[in-house]
């Protein structure tokens, strides 16, 4: 076996030992790119092998997760689920006047929380909501902290029953380019969003059965084995209220829990009872 390939080899087992990610085939190119990028993030001048090594050991660990985790997302991605929320989910909550309690289980740099957060504003200007945000990188759960975003003014990235000039305010700043703009979120939606760091693959989540109305995990199960990806489907399911609903990413699978849940729409599957 080649050196290169013991390092990517050392590499994905780090990475499924501290995230439960699993690289699939073919990913080499990305491996040597975020090497590289990990190098720069944790300014290691040495050997890379010397420098896996002291991952391994407990070095640079945030460095490493932090480097290895894919991050993409925008706000209103995959806006139908953001539709079902507030056509189907809101009202039932503004009829019995009760606080929605929602979570984000992979909130990335934050555009998927405060996309809820607008969701409910939009709805109702007095509705209360609580959002949970979690995500294994604390570089984009900073990032979702200071909700400042950089945007080209000819964005189409908000439906059109969104006006988000009610939600954000715009920023000065030199260096941007000529059609883009800076834009801060307003304090109304940060206030409904408490972000912490949590690992999916963690054995125990800190949060209480029945904890949830709504719970978001798009996007993030594609990145473990199906084996990984039912053992935190069913952590999270147990988080949820029976009649609670559950949005999952484009591509994803509910696998054993389409025993235990109604689907309503695409990818989305309210919970009609508990596992066993
Ligand atoms: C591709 S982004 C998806 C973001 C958003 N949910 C969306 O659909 O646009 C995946 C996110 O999952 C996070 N992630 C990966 N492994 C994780 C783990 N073990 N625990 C928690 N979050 C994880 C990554 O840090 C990343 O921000």
């Known amino acids: 076996m080649s050196n290169t390939q013991q390092l990517y080899d050392k590499v994905k087992s780090i990475l499924y030992s501290l995230t439960g990610i699993t690289l699939t085939e073919n990913k080499e190119v990305m491996i040597a790119n975020r090497l590289d990028k990990l190098k720069r993030n944790t300014k290691y001048t040495g050997d890379i092998g010397e420098l896996l090594q002291r991952i391994e050991d407990g070095e640079f660990t945030k460095e490493?997760?932090?480097?290895?985790?894919?991050?993409?997302?925008?706000?209103?991605?995959?806006?139908?689920?953001?539709?079902?929320?507030?056509?189907?989910?809101?009202?039932?909550?503004?009829?019995?006047?009760?606080?929605?309690?929602?979570?984000?289980?992979?909130?990335?740099?934050?555009?998927?929380p405060y996309s809820m957060a607008m969701t409910v504003r939009e709805f109702s200007s007095t509705m209360k909501a609580s959002i949970v945000a979690t995500d294994i990188d604390t570089d984009v759960l900073q990032t979702a902290?200071?909700?400042?975003?950089?945007?080209?003014?000819?964005?189409?990235e908000f439906p059109d029953w969104i006006k988000p000039q009610k939600y954000f305010k715009r920023r000065i700043q030199k260096n941007l380019a000529g059609?883009?703009?800076?834009?801060?979120?307003?304090?109304?939606?940060?206030?409904?969003?408490?972000?912490?760091?949590?690992?999916?693959?963690?054995?125990?989540?800190?949060?209480?059965?029945?904890?949830?109305?709504?719970?978001?995990?798009?996007?993030?199960?594609?990145?473990?084995?199906?084996?990984?990806?039912?053992?935190?489907?069913?952590?999270?399911?147990?988080?949820?209220?029976?009649?609670?609903?559950?949005?999952?990413?484009?591509?994803?699978?509910?696998?054993?829990?389409?025993?235990?849940?109604?689907?309503?729409?695409?990818?989305?599957?309210?919970?009609?009872?508990?596992?066993?």
């Not at 902290?145 to 189409?156: C, E, M, W």
């Not at 199960?221 to 399911?237: A, C, H, T, V």
Request: one cysteine or more; aromatic letters at 14%.
């Open 64 to 112: 490493f997760i932090n480097t290895f985790t894919t991050n993409k997302t925008h706000f209103f991605r995959e806006d139908f689920h953001f539709e079902d929320l507030k056509t189907r989910v809101l009202p039932e909550f503004e009829k019995l006047n009760k606080e929605i309690k929602m979570y984000c289980s992979a909130a990335s740099t934050g555009e998927e």
């Open 179 to 276: 059609d883009e703009i800076l834009i801060k979120v307003n304090d109304d939606l940060k206030n409904m969003i408490t972000f912490g760091q949590m690992n999916l693959n963690d054995t125990v989540y800190p949060f209480e059965t029945h904890q949830f109305d709504v719970v978001f995990c798009r996007n993030v199960l594609i990145y473990f084995s199906i084996e990984d990806q039912n053992k935190i489907l069913q952590k999270l399911f147990r988080t949820l209220k029976i009649g609670g609903t559950l949005y999952i990413g484009h591509s994803e699978n509910p696998h054993d829990l389409i025993n235990y849940t109604k689907r309503v729409g695409q990818n989305i599957f309210v919970k009609v009872k508990d596992i066993g």
């Open 145 to 156: 902290a200071n909700g400042i975003y950089r945007f080209q003014k000819s964005s189409k």
